[in-house]
T-cell receptor, first 117, second 111 residues
Framework: DVKVTQSSRYLVKRTGEKVFLECVQD?????MFWYRQDPGLGLRLIYF???????EKGDIPEGYSVSREKKERFSLILESASTNQTSMYLC????????????????FGDGTRLSIL | GQQVMQIPQYQHVQEGEDFTTYCNSS?????IQWYKQRPGGHPVFLIQ?????EVKKQKRLTFQFGEAKKNSSLHITATQTTDVGTYFC???????????FGTGTRLKVLA
């Protein structure tokens, strides 16, 4: 069974801090995603990656960056945390049936609830 | 930007009643996936639809993809308390290589 593990379930940080959210998947999936989930807004894509060292901006990349140095790990970085980045962050991964293809189920981690004070 | 509208936002039903959630797009979709998120949990994949007019069933759940591939629906027959959660659609369009999620429909089932 696919396991997507996010490093923290809950995290509290201060405004201006650099924040790292880590995600690891154990199924050799090519595609990895970072979403944030806010009430009434559903899941919004921040960044995704379809291969090691490859990254693509999603719909709301401002204030975030990502790193994918190894296939199994996808990190989300908040360069200088702000209160409007308080949210639930979800990582997901999926198999690729071809480079950049996104036609396979996404498997989600349990999420990190991040509070910025 | 591209949007996928999902309605209704909330639905309360009595146990045993039917439930339907709809996703609509102004652009033609390549495929659409449906996910269920239980309270306090993470989204879990239910099904994927690819073909125009496609209908798939999973026990009491029926998924449909519109003929024009611009809309989709999830119908639950005779809801049970275990159906409680938020149902999301997620769609891709040709060449975008990313999923756009609907805002979700939160279902409450009253026993």
């Amino acid at each position: 069974d696919v396991k997507v593990t996010q490093s923290s379930r809950y995290l509290v940080k201060r405004t201006g801090e650099k924040v790292f959210l880590e995600c690891v998947q154990d199924m050799d999936h090519e595609n990895m995603f970072w979403y944030r989930q806010d009430p009434g807004l559903g899941l919004r894509l921040i960044y995704f990656s379809y291969d090691v060292k490859m990254k693509e901006k999603g719909d709301i990349p401002e204030g975030y960056s990502v790193s994918r140095e190894k296939k199994e790990r996808f990190s989300l970085i908040l360069e200088s945390a702000s209160t409007n980045q308080t949210s639930m962050y979800l990582c997901a991964s999926s198999l690729s049936s071809g480079l950049g293809s996104m036609d396979q189920p996404q498997h989600f981690g349990d999420g990190t609830r991040l509070s910025i004070l | 930007g591209q949007q996928v509208m999902q309605i209704p936002q909330y639905q309360h039903v009595q146990e045993g009643e039917d439930f339907t959630t709809y996703c609509n797009s102004s652009t033609t979709l390549s495929n659409i996936q449906w996910y269920k998120q239980r309270p306090g949990g993470h989204p879990v994949f239910l099904i994927q639809l690819v073909k125009s007019g496609e209908v798939k069933k999973q026990k009491r759940l029926t998924f449909q993809f519109g003929e024009a591939k611009k809309n989709s629906s999830l119908h639950i027959t005779a809801t049970q308390t275990t159906d409680v959660g938020t149902y999301f659609c997620a769609a891709t369009t040709s060449g975008t290589y990313k999923y756009i999620f609907g805002t979700g429909t939160r279902l409450k089932v009253l026993a």
